[in-house]
């Protein structure tokens, strides 16, 4: 399971909301072995007024959280961070430099996901890559 949070300004944001979704999926995809049907991407589209960050970052600025199940090794984390800054640079424009990604981890008996606990769900993919 990966739950993915995609902040930025409103006006740089909300034009490419698509694309954003269509990337970030396919490096989930490639770099975790995750089911191409498993999308859950939120984007947050904040005014100037509230997102505030350092000088050496333009308009484009994006932060990318993606919470997650422990389990993936550090090579399958590491390439998915790899993926997102190539494939977003190259198919969305947004220079590594304005682009923060983050990854949460938390144990399955952390997460709730269709009335039961996750750590007793029957899942159709492998968390351990």
Known sequence: MAQIKIYGLHEKLSPIKSQLSEVIHSCIVDAFQFPADKR??????????????????????????????????VEAKKQLIRLLFQRIEELVGISPNDLEITLFETPKHNWGIRGLPADELQLNYKVNV
């Open 40 to 73: 859950f991407h939120r984007f947050i589209s904040l005014q100037k007024e509230d997102f505030i960050f350092g000088g050496d970052r333009s308009d484009a600025y994006t932060i990318i959280e993606v919470s997650m199940f422990e389990g993936r090794s």
